[in-house]
């Protein structure tokens, strides 16, 4: 008899590869020809789901193309929110698209000058902006998509769309109604490069940036009352040192501090200089001098003395100011109201006019000179300014200065500080409230809490205007009468409403007096007006979203309760300065709280060497061609593998290795739904309280798993998910359990099958839907190709519930057992892997162990007697009470059966089976 065919061998048409970058597709346009993700918000709703939001902060359309921090960012979204939506919340998740701003505007600009076209007017560049923004999102929305990511990406929002620009009006409309917008003078932080005013959130640091650093001699012209007693040093001067030359033109005052000792020091090459007492002594090594020290006063004393600017006839003055330290330099701060904030207020104190003789493309003005007119202030400007300086013997010493100096993070190029007329948001009117609010937010990591607090804390007022056109207008007025600005929530409404139906051209279609209402007149009686020119911040677009966006929208904000805050904000760590700032001031504006509970951040892509990946290196990752190799799910995986709290490495080596992680989980799974094929859900109920042992356990190890996995989801460590799988496909099930109940599935009797398929039932009930979160492609498969009498009545695996804790299956004591049981496998292993060496056996089922055991260990081993063979995986085991602990691996009696490979001395004992052992016998004459 040909006993192979009483064999119950695995069978399912589940692929054992993936075929990734093939399949996905079309799992993908099953999941969008079926309105997969409607479906599943419907049942939600059906239920009355208690809701979870994740609002997404709209990438920039600055190109159609994804890097690999912006996959890693929405792979991150969608496992949180497939995640939440498996655990019973409505969790929409509604695509964004951030459109506006410079890159674009500048995009289109490189464009013309390429053709050598004519200067297109702000309508044109609005319009291929508009071409362009719309070109990319088609770009990126589909390779979102393949990313596996599952949303409403036919209603995605966009920052151009004329309900979002209105909504964002009103927002700004509220803030003007609150007194929070103002217009006014002051130095701003100022882009050359982009001609444009920038915020906070738009400047980084460089280390180790070279200046030019000057100390530089002011001859003192008047001594206060008080300080006259310093008349007797003739030709006194007062020291300053700055690292920006550039600004000495601008000079209109020198600030000291009016605590601190001042010195008046001798020098032979200069004469009688005055610096602060503390930094005399570095002051003189710098200019290679042994100075002595005259006299010694307060600053307070020289307070309302004057000095002549050594490029200028004018004369200014000596001031007080407590923001000068003692750190370096000469304690004497060169004071340039125009090119600094603390120059600005302390000038404002004692009513110094403010100079800024510097333009929008940074180049000194005919304010600063003829010899310095059209320099640009970073470079030629510096150098002339020192050459002057020099030349008039005001240049007292010079030198490289290395230090952070803040730079344009879109143009990468040095920024400077230029006084000009801009709108500003008074951050200072609610910072209280925001600083308390970020203490009620949780943040993902905790140190997220640290950096925005500081942020908030030392920030200045938001400057909101651009100088560009490619964005939401300031809907400001001036009269033409007497210049008086307009801005009132009722214009600011009137505007919004032609916005809303016309998008925001209308501001570059109508004439001024069109957008006022009807009969609007200045106080001066004027009626004609012209309209403001600058536009928004683009970070007040995005930083409006919990307004323009989800109070907007009522399958978002909570059960009618607009203004509630989002469930999470998830973004890359330099949101902080950014959308969580933005949005976190104006949602502090208007509701007086903030517009999320959770923060949850992650670092950057490094390549795997730990580099910052760049072209020119050749070591940027492309995440079109991972999908293109890999597939979307071993993409998906990397990002499930690593801890994103700080920066994160990927390459070719850790992408291999996680597809072979990736083939054992899908094998894993395959093994599972091979051995199902003829499971019936309907007629195969199996007690508990009849498996065997090791299926027991078995049970109570995927309680541990579901319950280890669950808490690795709800602290959004997907990290410790992966690892917790990986382990338990790999360890638990292949290398133990599948491995010790192969024969049970395969030659076994039925009740004996019947208990192992429970047990697999089991596993795959909560593998499925704890895969899909991160791998849905491989998930839904897997559901597709469940064994037909196994099937259940749900269209995708999306619609599936995450597994429940069965306190049932948890059995402390059993786990303790094992747990000494696998102990004295390992050992049993040791000894059969020396037997094989010997070449006595090829396999493990081949030999039987004699185990000699202590009482305590024996009693152990006695309880599970009859599974030891099965746990050990050998053919027989021995037991024997003794002093002393040792294992005996041997050749097992007897020979081997030829249906099971077992070797038995029960051959031949059943009398219609004589080739096969006792126990197969009795198993192929049950299943006749």
């Keep these: 008899m040909d006993y192979k065919s009483t064999l119950n061998l695995p069978q399912t048409n589940f692929p054992m590869k993936g075929d990734g970058p093939r399949r996905e597709p079309e799992i993908q346009k099953f999941w969008a020809s079926n309105k997969i993700y409607e479906k599943t918000l419907e049942k939600r709703k059906k239920a009355n789901a208690e809701r979870f939001l994740l609002h997404d902060g709209p990438p920039y359309l600055s190109s159609g193309n994804i890097h690999i921090g912006t996959a890693l960012n929405k792979i991150l979204k969608d496992i949180v929110v497939k995640y939440k939506t498996l655990t019973g919340f409505y969790s929409p998740y509604l695509p964004g698209f951030d459109c506006h701003g410079l890159p674009i505007e500048s995009a289109i600009s490189r464009e013309r000058k390429k053709e050598g076209d004519k200067i297109l007017s702000p309508l044109e560049i609005r319009n291929q902006c508009t071409e362009f ?56 932080f ?149 090119h600094g904030l603390e120059d600005f207020t302390v000038a404002q104190k004692y009513e110094i006019k403010v100079i800024s003789p510097v333009d929008s493309k940074g180049l000194l003005t005919e304010e600063a000179g003829e010899n310095l007119k059209g320099l640009y202030a970073h470079k030629g400007g510096n150098q002339k ?19 952070s100096y803040p730079h344009c993070w879109r143009s990468k190029t040095p920024i400077m500080f230029r006084a000009t007329e801009q709108w500003f948001c008074s951050v200072k009117d609610f910072r209280d409230k925001a600083l308390s609010e970020i203490k009620k937010v949780t943040w993902v990591p905790k140190i997220g809490e640290n950096r925005i607090y500081a942020m ?110 989002s469930e999470i904000y998830l973004e890359g760590s330099d949101q902080h300065r950014g959308w969580f700032q933005s949005s976190l001031l104006t949602s502090v504006a208007i509701n007086g709280k903030a517009p999320y509970k959770t923060v949850l951040t992650h670092g950057f892509v490094l390549d795997e060497n730990g580099r910052k990946m760049s072209k020119s290196m050749g070591n940027v990752i492309d995440p079109d061609k991972v999908i293109g190799e890999y597939g979307a799910d071993i993409l998906r995986l990397w990002v499930a593998s690593i801890d994103y709290s700080s920066d994160m490495r990927i390459g070719q080596t850790m992408l291999k290795q996680l597809a072979e ?67 338990y496909c790999a360890v638990d099930l292949s290398a133990f359990y599948f491995d010790i109940v192969k024969d049970r599935l395969y030659a076994g009797k039925k009740s004996s099958r019947l208990a192992v398929q429970f047990v697999l039932k089991e596993i795959l009930e909560a593998l499925v839907p704890i895969l899909c979160p991160v791998m849905p492609h491989l998930a839904e498969d897997i559901h597709r190709h469940l064994p037909l009498k196994f099937k259940k009545p749900v269209e995708s695996v999306i619609f599936l519930n995450w ?82 602990c040792r294992i005996e691996a041997l050749l097992a009696d007897g020979t081997k059966c030829p249906r099971c490979w077992k070797h038995s ?20 004459e049950e299943d006749k």
């Design 190 to 338: 100022w882009c050359a490069t982009c001609q444009t005013a920038l915020a906070e959130a738009e400047v980084e640091y460089v280390e180790n940036h070279k200046s030019p650093s000057v100390y530089v001699s002011f001859k003192i012209t008047k001594l206060s009352g008080i300080a006259k007693k310093l008349e007797k040093f003739k030709d006194l001067k007062i020291v300053i040192w700055t690292t920006t030359p550039w600004t000495i033109p601008g000079n209109m005052a020198i600030c000291l501090n009016k605590d601190f000792e001042y010195a008046v020091i001798e020098s032979k090459k200069f004469g009688y200089l005055l610096v602060a007492k503390d930094l005399s002594s570095q002051f003189c090594q710098k200019i290679s001098e042994e100075c002595k020290i005259l006299e010694t006063f307060s600053g307070k004393e020289l307070e309302g003395s004057e000095y002549k600017h050594p490029l200028y006839r004018r004369e200014s003055p000596v001031i007080l100011g407590d923001h000068v330290t003692l750190e370096t330099g000469t304690g004497c701060v060169h004071t340039a109201p125009g």
């Design 456 to 565: 908030v804390e030392s920030r200045t007022d938001w400057c909101i205007s651009r100088q560009r056109v490619w964005g939401v207008p300031i809907p400001a007025f001036y009269c033409n009468g007497c210049n008086k600005e307009h801005l009132n929530k009722a214009i600011v409404e009137h505007v919004a409403k032609f916005v809303e139906e016309k998008g925001t051209n209308v501001w570059w279609e109508l004439e001024a007096e069109k957008l006022l209402p009807n009969g609007y007149k200045c106080s001066c009686q004027n009626i004609k007006f012209k309209k403001e020119t600058d536009i928004m911040d683009v970070w007040f677009d995005s930083g409006s979203t919990h307004y323009s966006v989800v109070d907007q929208n009522s399958d978002l904000f909570d059960k009618n309760q607009k203004g509630s805050p």
């Design 905 to 924: 001395t029960e051959i031949g004992k059943h009398s219609k089976h004589s080739t096969i052992c006792l126990p197969c016998a009795e198993a192929v």
């Design 661 to 727: 992680v990736y083939r054992n989980i899908r094998n894993t799974m395959r093994f599972i739904l091979g051995n199902l094929y003829d499971y019936d859900l309907n007629n195969s109920e199996t007690l508990y309280e009849n498996l065997w042992n090791i299926d027991k356990y078995a049970l109570h190890k995927l309680e541990e798993i579901k319950e280890e996995v669950t808490k690795a989801f709800e602290d959004y460590e997907f990290y410790r998910f992966y690892q917790i799988l990986q382990n």
């Design 133 to 188: 923004v719309l070109k990319n999102k088609k770009l990126q929305e589909e390779k979102f998509e393949r990313l596996g990511v599952l949303g409403d990406w036919e209603h995605a929002y966009m920052t151009i769309d004329p309900k979002f620009e209105a909504a964002q009006l009103r927002l700004f409309g509220e803030m003007v109604d609150k007194g929070y917008i103002y217009r006014g003078l002051k130095p701003v």
């Design 385 to 403: 300014v020192i050459e002057l300086l020099a030349q008039l013997g005001a240049l007292i010493y010079q030198e490289d200065y290395y230090h």
């Design 803 to 884: 597994p429940l804790l069965n306190n049932k299956f948890k059995n402390n004591k059993l786990n303790s057992d094992f747990l000494n049981l696998l102990s004295i496998r390992s050992d049993a292993n040791n000894k059969l892997e020396a037997l094989r060496k010997e070449g006595v056996i090829g396999k493990s089922v081949e030999a039987k162990l004699i185990i000699n055991s202590d009482k305590t260990k024996g009693e152990l081993l006695s309880e599970y007697r009859d599974e030891l063979p099965m746990i050990f995986n050998v053919s027989k085991v021995e037991l024997l009470e003794t002093s002393d």
